[in-house]
């Protein structure tokens, strides 16, 4: 599915950077990152689909929250063989020469499967694995999903350890917290810690959906710790940490804003790739852009949808839709900044049967309600 990445006003803008470091001139470091801000002027393909419950998969840990006596070393001691650093080479499309990137995994079950975040395997013709005593082994992405950038890769090696998750949802603001990654890339199993500041948190990609299921904390993290555990004093997972806030153009810059996706949606989306290979979303069956309005007022949030182009036989085309309707909502969640198209409509499953608030650009301009049961994935075939 083709993404393409928005370039917006620079306005208000929060500079959000991906953990994922960079190889250059035999130092790792450098950054790679968006700019998210409040409004997106691109263009999405069509919204096809992936999500639903993941079937069972390995044993990957259990739930409580921070009630151990175990000091900060111990939990350490036991979830750092767990903790690798992830190696990704691209080749460029002008040459022989490749772009090499670098973030951190979490080992999840004795078969070598490990977790890690989309935008760090993203593009990768070749990955590679650095355990914490330094041992080397080539991996296979199993899958992705970039809308929450979640991602399984595997590795035919012995393991040495497994990470165990925690239960997210007994996360509360205060809670003491661990991180561990691979700083820069160069200093891998960097550990360390500070608090949870917010939960549930969303952050605005920038191209039409936003980042949810976040943990707000002040561990620092660097580019590089992209996939890396955020961990409770319980020695649980409780997060897999993914951005952080860098401050904007015009902005003062920003210090202990990091931000982790829920240990809770991490392990529910990685059972599920590791079954299926992907993550199952709805399908409608259209491209669509942002429908931009001039004069658009302060405190104007609506966010509505073009239709652009109807795929043939998709939901949408059975359920009339046509290019130039405006979807302004879906069940009555009205699409806004912060209920984007993608979010509302990727919080249902395939077989679901939802309501499209229509505002038809063929006549009367007159708004009207049309249902239309959501596919899945394999209908695009």
Avoid: C, W
Wanted: hydrophobic share 35%; glycine share 14%.
């Amino acid at each position: 599915m083709q993404r393409q990445i928005s370039i917006l006003p620079a306005i208000a803008l929060m500079a959000i950077a991906l953990l994922i470091g960079l190889i250059g001139g035999g130092l790792l470091g450098g950054l790679a990152g968006y700019h998210y801000g409040s409004q997106s002027n691109s263009e999405a393909t069509v919204a096809e689909a992936t999500a639903s419950s993941p079937p069972s998969s390995p044993d990957t840990g259990s739930t409580s929250s921070n009630a151990s006596t175990q000091t900060t070393g111990d939990i350490v001691a036991a979830v750092n063989p767990a903790v690798v650093t992830i190696v990704s080479e691209q080749r460029s499309d002008f040459g022989p020469s490749r772009s090499t990137g670098t973030g951190t995994g979490m080992i999840i079950d004795t078969e070598g499967h490990i977790v890690t975040n989309h935008h760090v395997v993203d593009g990768a013709d070749s990955l590679e694995v650095i355990f914490s005593d330094g041992e080397r082994a080539s991996a296979t992405l199993i899958g992705s999903d970039p809308y929450q950038d979640v991602a399984v890769i595997k590795v035919d090696a012995q393991v040495p350890a497994t990470i165990t998750f925690g239960d997210s949802d007994k996360v509360k603001p205060g809670d003491s917290v661990i991180a561990i990654g691979s700083a820069l890339g160069e200093f891998r199993n960097t550990v360390t810690d500070g608090i949870v500041s917010a939960t549930g948190r969303s952050l605005d990609t920038g191209q039409g959906y936003r980042l949810e299921n976040l943990i707000q904390h002040d561990a620092p993290i660097n580019p590089g710790n992209s996939g890396g555990p955020l961990i409770n004093m319980s020695g649980e997972v409780i997060g897999m940490n993914t951005a952080v806030v860098r401050g904007g153009f015009g902005q003062p810059g920003a210090e202990g804003l990091g931000f982790a996706i829920e240990s809770n949606t991490v392990k529910r989306f990685a059972e599920q790739i590791i079954a299926e290979g992907r993550v199952e979303r709805p399908y409608l069956g259209i491209s669509f852009r942002p429908v931009t309005r001039a004069g658009r007022s302060i405190g104007d949030s609506e966010q509505p949808v073009l239709v652009m182009e109807v795929a043939s036989g998709s939901p949408a085309d059975e359920a009339g839709l046509r290019p130039g309707d405006v979807i302004t909502a879906i069940d009555g969640t009205t699409l806004d900044d912060e209920h984007p198209f993608l979010n509302v409509l990727y919080a249902y499953e395939p077989g679901d049967t939802v309501t499209l608030t229509i505002q038809s650009g063929r006549g009367s301009g007159q708004s009207r309600d049309v249902d239309v049961t959501l596919g899945s994935q394999s209908d695009r075939n």
